[in-house]
């Protein structure tokens, strides 16, 4: 199995569009900049935290002098891009869940690529890259007092981090470049994610009081 590392630049990446996800939820609840920033660094590293936390490795959050400022920066960014979104609750939907599930995919894959780094099995792979995707914004949740999408019937996200981890374990094995087989993880996760809630594809029956 190619023992590269998915390159830092991805991480990166992540950690901007996790901060950008936080941060904008930060807006939804009226935050102000304080909060807004703080959710940045929590949507935007979280997953990273999770991730290192199980494996009992150092935390890259902390180490690296690239990822803290990124989370900041997408906090930062979040203004022009309420301005350039518009004031359309829809608009603002779509974007939130698009950023969401593109940190959800690129988390997923860092953690699953950090687990096959240090020998764990396939299992334990998918499932540490399953909670690396989902744990920022978990954290956000609870932190906003909002009851986590993860536990509620409704779109999939749990189960988008699944096949893609998946994917990226199986092309890893077949010896694929480590960042081609990262892209299409990423591509997998983002369209079962996107695609169940533009369809209204729900992992379970809502009860009348969750509509």
Not at 72 to 101: M, N, Q, S, W, Y
Not at 141 to 164: M, Q, W
Request: with cysteine; proline share 6%.
């Amino acid at each position: 199995m190619n023992s590269l590392a998915i390159p830092l630049w991805l991480d990166v990446v992540a950690v901007g569009f996790g901060g950008l996800a936080g941060a904008l939820a930060a807006r939804r609840q009226g935050f102000d900049i304080v909060g807004v920033l703080f959710l940045a660094v929590i949507g935007g590293l979280g997953g990273a935290l999770l991730r290192d936390l199980l494996l009992q490795v150092p935390v890259r959050a902390l180490t690296s002098p690239w990822l803290l400022p990124s989370a900041f920066v997408g906090g930062v960014l979040v203004a022009p891009l309420l301005k350039v979104i518009g004031p359309l609750r829809f608009r603002r939907d779509v974007a939130f869940t698009l950023l969401d599930a593109m940190s959800l995919a690129m988390y997923s894959m860092l953690g699953t690529d950090r687990a096959i780094t240090v020998g764990l099995p396939p299992i334990s792979c998918i499932f540490v890259g399953t909670v690396a995707g989902v744990g920022g914004a978990l954290i956000r949740d609870v932190l906003i007092n909002t009851t986590p999408e993860h536990f509620k019937p409704g779109s999939f996200y749990v189960l988008a981090a699944v096949p893609g981890c998946v994917t990226y374990f199986v092309l890893r094995s077949l010896e694929l470049p480590v960042l081609v087989s990262a892209l299409i993880g990423i591509g997998v996760v983002i369209a079962v994610r996107m695609s169940s809630w533009s369809l209204d594809w729900q992992t379970g029956r809502r009860t009348r009081a969750a509509r």
